[in-house]
């Protein structure tokens, strides 16, 4: 046990506490992944066409697919990043949940919609409706893929520090072997189910972590006697910093630094999710725009009765838990949930703690697998859609060869994001999924508004947007304290940090608009006037939509 352990007997008794019941946790994870390759293998054997794999054959209802959004939009961020970041930072903390649901409604009004009537199967198919389609499918292909892998090292991470928490390991070769355990399932959930078993498996999830995450915040609440004002007064009296606990300015306020992370960081949350490739692509699923409408309608009940738990949660775990105990678990506070449902259900040693804390931690790792596995077809099927057979094949490809380069394409895509996921594992997953919603922002969101509402823009406007925007984003990530500089970093020991910002949002999502306007007005090229009405007509009425 390190020395950070030792000096902090929750962790300590936690980890203890787990491998007592270890057979009982073993056997809560087996049987979810059994539950999850049955679901994808049967799902599998029903995928017989490019539509299957891509689209799920677009046979879900608005609930179904309502249900499957939220299983991929509640990742291990908002379940154990924002958790954690309540915990340690209060107030602040709350942003991520405010930010991750009001962006809800930028992509039902301006999204959701349109892009269900425009495209096919992947947002290239937008894009590249009334431009040059080889170099923007290419832009959009490349765009997609980067977003997908920025969020993948959240999901790679956090269940990293879940399973390490559960199983006692401490080493990193240990974690990193998880990490390549999750990537190998998400291989094959993709591989073999395509859209119709990830579909599923994630409404499975949503289905389990609602339930698991209802149970808690009751057990909270109970503990507290369903008094909020003595729960949060309790949180703020055990963070050792008080009121200022309860008020704004613990983690985005000391500095004018970070006031300006905090307006970056809110930015980067509301516009980020109308551009995340692996929830467009959840619109193509349902057979009308009317079911496109209505499942958004359904995931912004469901994610808006989670986030508003995810406060109990956070605040809960503050109030039973040290800030101490939270952070030598781990620094960026992902374990602040699991910890409190094993507290809550008795703490360490108890029957009842270690259930509690197997049941949380399994739907914790069924959330990882659903939202891995939607990430990872989205970006394979950009690649194998967009690049392989219509800018490599020049659309000669095959559906069969088609579904066949998709699959590859996950093949590669788990193996790089094992590598970074495993550099990833000690920052916060909220904070790496929020570098993802600044990056699709940057780069997704204005092509897409533009294509959809702009009757000037260009393909040069198309390709200066999705290049510039995430060339700006991703570099200006590398150079910010996310990486380098801090303890929390990716490499805390170099420093070569001189953008001072944790989230680019602030600087690269105007960049992206303005990129994109700038090269359209400078462009040679004559916009297809004529295109752009009849996507215009398409994308508000659904005629002749697929």
């Known amino acids: 046990m390190s020395a950070a352990h030792a000096a902090y007997p929750t962790v300590q008794l936690a980890a203890e506490g787990a491998s007592e019941h270890r057979p009982l946790i073993i056997t809560l994870f087996a049987c979810f992944v059994v539950a999850t390759l049955f679901i994808t293998v049967w799902a599998g054997r029903q995928t017989k066409d490019a539509a299957d794999f891509y689209a799920g054959g677009r046979q879900f209802t608005g609930f179904q697919n309502g249900l499957a959004v939220s299983g991929d939009y509640m990742s291990a961020a908002s379940f154990?990043?924002?958790?954690?970041?309540?915990?340690?930072?209060?107030?602040?903390?709350?942003?991520?949940?405010?930010?991750?649901?009001?962006?809800?409604?930028?992509?039902?009004?301006?999204?959701?919609?349109?892009?269900?009537?425009?495209?096919?199967?992947?947002?290239?198919?937008?894009?590249?409706?009334?431009?040059?389609?080889?170099?923007?499918?290419?832009?959009?292909?490349a765009s997609t893929i980067v977003v997908s892998i920025f969020y993948l090292l959240a999901q790679m991470a956090g269940a990293g520090v879940l399973?390490?928490?559960?199983?006692?390991?401490?080493?990193?070769?240990?974690?990193?072997?998880?990490?390549?355990?999750?990537?190998?399932?998400?291989?094959?959930?993709?591989?073999?189910?395509?859209?119709?078993?990830?579909t599923w498996v994630q409404m499975v999830k949503a289905v389990l972590l609602i339930a698991g995450t209802v149970l808690i915040t009751f057990l909270i609440l109970l503990k507290f006697h369903f008094n909020i004002s003595d729960l949060l007064g309790s949180a703020a009296e055990n963070s050792g910093k008080g009121k200022a606990f309860l008020e704004p300015g613990l983690k985005y306020g000391a500095t004018s630094t970070s006031k300006l992370d905090f307006i970056s960081l809110g930015i980067a949350l509301v516009l980020g999710t109308a551009g995340l490739p692996h929830i467009l692509i959840r619109f193509y699923t349902v057979p009308t725009a009317k079911a496109a409408r209505k499942s958004v309608n359904w995931a912004i009940g469901i994610i808006g009765a989670f986030y508003l738990m995810t406060i109990v949660l956070g605040f809960g775990a503050a109030a039973i838990l040290k800030p101490g105990d939270i952070i030598a678990s781990n620094k960026a506070g992902n374990t602040a949930a699991p910890l409190a449902a094993l507290e809550i259900g008795g703490g360490s040693g108890s029957t009842g703690g270690a259930i509690l804390l197997a049941v949380i931690s399994a739907v914790a790792f069924a959330t990882i697998l659903a939202v891995v596995a939607g990430l990872t077809l989205a970006s394979s099927s950009s690649f194998a859609h967009d690049i392989y057979a219509n800018v490599i094949r020049k659309g000669r490809a095959t559906e069969k060869e088609e579904v066949r380069a998709a699959k590859w394409a996950t093949v590669a895509i788990g193996i790089v994001s094992i590598g970074l996921g495993a550099l990833a594992r000690d920052l916060n997953v909220a904070g790496l999924v929020a570098l993802a919603f600044a990056v699709a922002a940057s780069a997704n969101l204005p092509t897409i508004l533009y294509s959809l509402f702009w009757k000037r823009f260009t393909t040069q406007g198309a390709l200066w947007s999705i290049y510039?925007?995430?060339?700006?984003?991703?570099?200006?990530?590398?150079?910010?304290?996310?990486?380098?500089?801090?303890?929390?970093?990716?490499?805390?020991?170099?420093?070569?940090?001189?953008?001072?910002?944790?989230?680019?949002?602030?600087?690269?999502?105007?960049?992206?608009?303005?990129?994109?306007w700038l090269g359209s007005l400078?462009?040679?090229?004559?916009?297809?006037?004529?295109?752009y009405a009849e996507l215009e007509v398409k994308s508000l009425t659904g005629v002749g939509a697929h």
């Open 80 to 141: 154990l990043g924002i958790a954690g970041a309540i915990a340690l930072f209060g107030y602040d903390g709350f942003l991520y949940s405010i930010g991750f649901l009001v962006a809800w409604l930028v992509a039902l009004l301006l999204v959701a919609e349109p892009l269900r009537n425009s495209g096919r199967y992947t947002m290239g198919d937008v894009l590249a409706y009334r431009m040059r389609q080889r170099p923007v499918r290419t832009a959009a292909g």
């Open 522 to 531: 400078l462009s040679k090229e004559e916009p297809d006037k004529g295109k």
């Open 468 to 516: 510039g925007g995430l060339a700006s984003s991703v570099l200006l990530v590398l150079f910010s304290p996310v990486i380098s500089s801090k303890p929390t970093s990716m490499f805390p020991g170099a420093d070569f940090a001189w953008f001072p910002l944790e989230n680019p949002g602030l600087i690269s999502i105007p960049l992206g608009f303005l990129l994109g």
């Open 163 to 198: 399973v390490s928490l559960l199983l006692g390991i401490t080493s990193d070769g240990g974690k990193i072997a998880i990490v390549a355990l999750v990537g190998l399932l998400m291989i094959v959930y993709v591989t073999i189910g395509g859209m119709k078993g990830t």
